[in-house]
């Protein structure tokens, strides 16, 4: 059904079965580096709801990423935040850590995003809610394997933010 409802299935699951303080959200094919895990539990445990990895703040970037792919990147972020008054500058960054209240929030919520656009559709329900931070790290394309990510996803995430921003 997507990677937007297997997260929200892979939360509901990590709530009823261990009840985590922190729940993190993360990929495993190592584009997302475990070294950055710590800084991101640590801003949960002063007090923020929602932690984001983020490739677009002081002290993030990105490495092999050719000039197409960082221009989507860019204008789906700017395209984020302007549609659904976001202030996240990484609004599609799917490194994130959560509070328990905030993943409950989620794993709970009928969201209208099934896809990768997920990303934005939690930050959209937790922005009046939750104080979300960001926290910056580099991210670093895969080694092996191919995203997923198509231009059907890039077209039904701009349909989706004009959706939720109705």
């Known amino acids: 059904m997507g990677i937007g409802s297997a997260y929200q299935d892979g939360f509901k699951a990590?709530?009823?079965?261990?009840?985590?303080?922190?729940?993190?959200?993360?990929?495993?094919?190592?584009?997302?580096?475990?070294?950055?895990?710590?800084?991101?539990?640590?801003?949960?445990?002063?007090?923020?709801?929602?932690?984001?990895?983020?490739?677009?703040?002081?002290?993030?970037?990105?490495?092999?990423?050719?000039?197409?792919?960082?221009?989507?990147?860019?204008?789906?972020?700017?395209?984020a935040r302007f549609m659904l008054g976001l202030k996240i500058r990484d609004a599609t960054s799917g490194y994130r850590a959560f509070s328990k209240a905030a993943a409950?929030?989620?794993a709970r919520a009928e969201l209208p995003a099934k896809g990768?656009?997920?990303?934005?559709?939690?930050?959209?329900?937790?922005?009046d809610r939750c104080r979300i931070v960001e926290v910056p790290f580099t991210f670093s394309e895969r080694t092996a394997g191919k995203s997923k990510l198509g231009l059907a996803d890039v077209v039904r995430f701009f349909v989706a933010v004009v959706r939720m921003a109705l």
């Not at 990768?116 to 922005?127: G, R």
């Open 14 to 79: 990590a709530i009823d079965s261990i009840g985590p303080d922190v729940l993190v959200e993360m990929d495993a094919d190592l584009q997302h580096p475990a070294s950055a895990l710590p800084g991101l539990v640590e801003v949960i445990s002063e007090g923020a709801d929602v932690a984001i990895a983020s490739r677009y703040i002081q002290g993030g970037g990105i490495t092999g990423w050719g000039r197409d792919r960082r221009i989507v990147s860019r204008v789906a972020n700017a395209y």
């Open 104 to 106: 409950e929030t989620v």
């Open 116 to 127: 990768f656009e997920f990303q934005v559709a939690t930050l959209h329900l937790l922005k």
